[in-house]
Every structure is written in C-alpha cells, then in structure tokens.
C-alpha cells in the first residue's frame, strides 16, 4: 500500500541516508544501529585505546552524517563515503601531539611468568599503535573492519597498490615485532 | 603477499589448509611464518571487538535529526492532483445550474486641462482736477482756498423728484451715464 509504514531495516544504507536527508528519525536510528558499533570500535582502534576520545568522535562523525546527508550521492558507497568522513576526523587527531604508550616495562616479569591472553593482546595493541599513521590505517581498516582493498584505496585517496605495499608493510612489521611473543607462547 | 594466501591466512591456521593450499603457501612464506600471521591477525581482528558505544550517544544524536519539510515522491504528488481533479469533476454542478452572469465595464478617461484663472485686479487713478485761484487777490479767504475740491456733479446737487424727466434734469441724466 502507499501508505504503509516503511521497513527501514530491509532498506540499502543509500536510500536511508536519502530519507535522513528529508529528516527521517526512523532512517537514522536504523543506519546509527548498522553502523555505530564498528565506527566507534574503529576509531579506538585508531586512538590508541582513547575511549574518551571515540566517543567524541563518533557523535561527531554522526553529527556530520545528519548535517551533510542532503549532499551524499546515492550512486555512492555508504560506507566507504562514511569511513571517509571517519578517516578525515582522525587524520585531525593524528596532527595533535600523540599521547604517551605505555610499554608496560614493569610488568616484563610478570609477562615472563604469565603468558595469557590479554598481554598477549596488550602488546598486539602497542605494536599496531606504534606503525606510521598510513600504514596504521590500512591495517586497521583492512584486517580489523574487514573493509576491501578497493574501498581502503578510495578512503585514503590513494592507488591500491600502496595500499597492498603498505598492508604488506605493516603485517610484516608487526609480525617482526610479535614473533618472540608467539615463540614464547608456544613453548 | 598473495591476496588469496593473506584471505588464507585470516581463515584457518597451516595445519588446517588443503595440499593444494599448503603448496601455494609454501612457495610463498614458510608455515611458521604462515602460523605467525594467522595468529597475529586473527588476535587483531579481535582487539577492542566487544567496545560499544555508550547507549546515551544514541539518544542525544537521534535529537539532532530535525524532521524536514515532508517531500512527497513524484507518484504520490501524480496521485494526489488526479484524485483531486476526480473529485471536482465529481462534485462539478449540471449545466442548468450554472447562471451566466455577463458584466459589462465601461472604461472612461478624464483628462483634465488646467486653467490659470488670474484675480481681477483694480487700479485705481486718481483724478486731478485744476482750479485756478487768483493768489495775488488778498480778499479771498482761506477757507475757500483750502476748501476740497468738487467734481462738478458734488456741486450741483440732484435734487430729482419723482416724476420728473431724465430730458428735464441733465443732471440726473449724467449720473445715470457716468455710473454706467
């Protein structure tokens, strides 16, 4: 019928940011619940674990989402359009002076004695914090959002083989750098 | 790195591949190093996974969304304007009741002509009359010499009595012709 209530949860993220774009509540709370989650993990993935920060992020990634949904072209990809807008509010804060990383020096024996899980992660997370800030973002955005090559190359506006140069790069590195770790936790 | 080893690698460790995918592997990077980087990206993929953001975050964005004017589609807008032209075609009276009302306007244009209308103005002249007085004669009063001067109709006073005829009274006759 015409006017039955549409179901925004079957609908493309394209035609709901043209409904947000006419002032749709419903189309934006559904796009948020798609996308808020990885946005969110995706930006303390890139701060270094500032969950103040990402938070602020968000809000203002969505903020930005509401304001400019009439100039988003529909023929586009959503979400590389809105991992763009995420990649340029990060880009900002990697300008500011980066916050201390703490390398966990005193708790070396613990990690000696206990090689569980979480320091394992710990120090994962110290290594993808301490790649450059464009071969951080590739890592990031390819093997923890899951995103393809093609759309990584379109967010950070360059050809897809630096992006697989950088990958590659970046994998190794912290390969390099994990590898006594995993020898350790083997044994 | 191969992107179907590194698809590979981010599914199942070495000891999980197929002979034929362990041959690609191999020919690329040895299985420890394989191991290595599954191990490396798997643990990546699940850093901060259970982070959310916080529930408020939502509430306080979904305020920002400000309803716009209501666009309808085309087809609606197509199906609002053909019911409307339905239902006054509908509605629409029959002929007899239609009074035809004929209004005739007449246009006129005034022009208007100004005229300059002058205030009639009266100059007044005085007449002078001479009289002539023999000063040298010292017999002649002051009176009569200082006495005003009289037109001659002041002097000879009119003295008409009814009946009487304009050709009998010359006097009468030239105070009606210089009034005039």
Known sequence: MFFAKRNFDQESDESLMQAVANGNERAFAALYDRYSVRIHRFFVRMLQGDFARAEDLTQDLFLKVIEKAGYFDPEKSFRTWLYVLAYNLCKNEFRRPPAPVPMEETVEEEIFEKMDRELFDQRLRICIDHLGETHQTCFVLRYQEGL???????????????????????????CAQMEFWIYERKN | MNERI???????????????????????????????MHKVLMSAANLHADTQPPAYLRA????????????????????????????????KPSVAQIAVKTEVQ???????????????????????????????????????????????????????????????????????????
Request: charged fraction near 25%.
């Open chain 2, 106 to 180: 007449t246009q006129i244009d005034t022009v208007w002509r100004e005229k300059i209308v002058f205030e009639e103005k009266i100059k007044y002249r005085t007449k002078i009359v001479y009289q002539t007085i023999a000063a040298a004669n010292p017999n002649v009063p002051d009176s009569v010499i200082w006495a005003p001067i009289k037109t001659p109709l002041e002097t000879a006073p009119i003295n008409p009595h009814v009946g009487a005829s304009l050709n009998d009274t010359p006097q009468l006759m030239e105070f009606f012709t210089k009034a005039k």
């Open chain 1, 148 to 174: 393809s090559i093609l759309e990584i190359a379109e967010i950070i506006g360059c050809p897809e083989g630096t992006v697989k140069s950088r990958l590659h790069h970046a994998l190794r590195q912290v």
């Open chain 2, 60 to 91: 306080r964005l979904m305020k920002q969304v400000r309803p716009a004017t209501r666009h309808f589609p085309v087809w609606q807008a197509a199906a609002m304007l053909a019911l409307g032209f339905g239902m006054a075609w509908l509605v």
């Open chain 2, 6 to 36: 590194e698809n590979l690698t981010r599914s199942k460790p070495f000891s999980e591949l197929s002979f034929e995918e362990r041959e690609w592997v191999l020919a690329e990077m040895s299985a420890e190093t394989y191991d290595q």
